[in-house]
């Protein structure tokens, strides 16, 4: 971010993949792909695709890890080696140690923790293809995976940034946009109640402008949140069909 690019981002209202400001890039959600999990999810949001799994509530282990009153919730975000153009150390890096503690967080006002006392939720996070937005894509497909692995939810919780590129607020950015933007501003939140569960920013925007992406991540939200809950859906009408066969 902050970089300069050697051509127009926007020109005439229309960003370089033909989006206007407040446009989503196509994204697709299904649920179910992993059989060895207990819940899983696979996400394509523009060209950033993303596989979670969740395990548990399972015993956890370490053992003083373990928390009498609730669960003990771990994510676990990475980057497979050639998600990129440029190659990644295979391995935990900081920047993904950070990431899943965002994630972790903007997921934990949504479970119902205090379900599974004694127990461990381990959330896993691979992206296999990264675009942009991957932190917002992590915590939408984790969501989807949460409920497929049976863990009670209080809502789901969708996710998407807005950002400032050629001082216009646009939302749901793509690399490009990503590297030579003014400002990234991702959320996350839970639609029913409208409680935000994450908000940051890097870059500068004004008041004004803060408000405004706000208002357009809150606006996706909800059309993230119905994509989510027909991937669940669809899901359970498969595994009917499955099970009356």
């Known amino acids: 971010m902050g970089g ?128 942009a937005g991957t932190r917002t894509s992590a915590i939408n497909a984790a969501t989807v995976a949460l409920i497929d692995a049976g863990i009670e939810m209080r809502d789901v919780v969708a996710s998407i940034a807005a950002g400032k590129v050629e001082d216009q607020v646009i939302l749901d950015l793509f690399q490009d946009e990503d590297n030579f933007g003014q400002a990234d501003l991702p959320i996350a939140m839970m639609p029913r109640t409208g409680e935000i569960t994450l908000v940051q920013m890097d870059g500068d925007m004004t008041a004004a402008e803060i408000k405004k992406a706000i208002d357009m991540c809150e606006k996706a939200c909800l059309k993230i949140a119905k994509v989510q809950r027909k991937a669940i859906i669809d899901e359970y009408k498969n595994n009917e069909v499955k099970n009356n066969e």
């Open 4 to 131: 300069k690019s050697d051509k127009p981002l926007i020109v005439k209202g229309k960003r370089l993949d033909g989006r206007t400001a407040e446009e989503l890039r196509p994204f697709k959600i299904k649920a179910g792909i992993i059989k060895q999990a207990d819940g899983s999810c696979e996400l394509e949001f523009g060209e950033t695709k993303v596989i979670a799994g969740v395990y548990g509530p399972k015993k956890v282990l370490p053992k003083h890890l373990e928390e009498n009153t609730r669960a003990f919730l771990k994510v676990t975000y990475s980057m497979i080696p050639f998600s990129t153009s440029e190659r990644n150390r295979p391995g935990p890096s900081r920047r993904s140690k950070e990431i899943s503690k965002v994630i972790k967080d903007a997921l934990a006002p949504a479970i119902n923790l205090e379900k599974y006392p004694q127990t461990c939720i381990d959330i896993h996070i691979e992206i296999t293809n990264a675009n």
